[in-house]
């Protein structure tokens, strides 16, 4: 999960889609013959070994393209910055809530422009790169949230994975004692925190577009009674998911939301954990929040070849390294049933991918703001500073306002 600022790019919208739009836009590649690009992303952490490093080593090959590579702590602050000075990189990694928010300023070439093809991709998992009827970019697979347990906790207890709310809030009652909680989730002031909070939300039957509605005030109240009751803790409000599974890793909860991307972490420390779907109100399975990164073309004077470059990367059998290596579901059906058969640990995570929805889908360029004001009042309720429904009337009010 990225934390990119909302509040700046908003801001800046209308400034550079005329900047971009007037010709002002450039890229930082080179232009003509020359088959160097630049590409921006955010992941420090993946050097020329990882298997991100592996991908791009692999199309630099396949392709005859250089790639030129910077790594952005701030990357939605730097791609503004550089639009207006002209300076753009030819490619970019965006967290996919942020794809329609760049594709309004008119930074980004929708693939009907470039021809990238991408029409192999589930429909689910492109939904998240689509604005105002057009596509951007293409995925680089997808992950979604699941309820993680410990099975020695749950054998001990003689409980069975939840499939209900009820069940999850008996369950998490029964599994705390001592300094052991009965559920984690991050309830972070950040997109992460309302990333866990989605399938709570639509579990409801709550819609983005009425985030004050009776439900969405029970799915923060379920939060809210977990926290009350003890059976979650309220360091949930400052816990990153990395901080809720090493909490999961040292024996301190019984359950836990997380996602794909922690699979190996678990495997190497020897958990006996088991993954279920998060569960809807009343039964059945939440819709859970589509996470994943996009691989954009920046408008510039190297788009053909940026398209050229994203095309070698998401062919399925260029792609396998590193969804492999960051236990991400691969964005094609086929692909990502073949995961799940070559590993069987998968399988809830292909299930939860087909049904997971896009953040913004229905509300488009509109999800920050409305993100914001749902982890806003994710932490006002928890904290005790105001009753869910105050808090959601509150954050409908602010999302309207904005």
Known sequence: ?????????VAAIGVVGALVLTGCGG????????????????WSQYDGASPYGQLLSTCEEDTGITIERTQEADLSSKLLQSASSGATPDLVVLDNPLVAQFAETGLLVPNSESGLDTSGM?????AAGRFDGETYGASLGANSLALFYNKDMFDEAGTAPPTTWQELTDAAAELTHGDVRG?????AASEEGTFQFLPFFWGAGADLADIGSPEAAAALSLWTDLVDSGAASQSNLNATQQDVRDEFLAGKLAMMVNGTWQLASLDENGINYGVVPLPAQDGGTAASPLGGEFMEVVVG????????FVQCLVKPDNLKVWT?????????ADEAAAQATENPA??????????AQGRTAD????????????WTAVQEALSGQKSPDQALTDAAATAAAE
Do not use: C, H, K
């Open 1 to 9: 999960m990225n934390r990119e600022s909302r509040a700046t790019v």
């Open 27 to 42: 890229s930082g590649g080179g232009g003509g013959d020359d088959r160097t690009l630049e590409l921006w992303d955010s």
């Open 122 to 126: 589930m429909d689910n998992v492109l």
């Open 183 to 187: 559920l984690g989730f991050s309830a």
């Open 301 to 308: 004077d190297q788009q053909d070849l940026a398209a050229e």
């Open 324 to 332: 492999d290596g960051q236990t991400y579901i691969q964005p094609y």
């Open 346 to 355: 998968l399988e809830p995570w292909v299930e939860a991918v087909s049904a």
């Open 363 to 374: 509300l488009g360029s509109a999800y920050p703001q409305t993100s914001e004001a749902l």
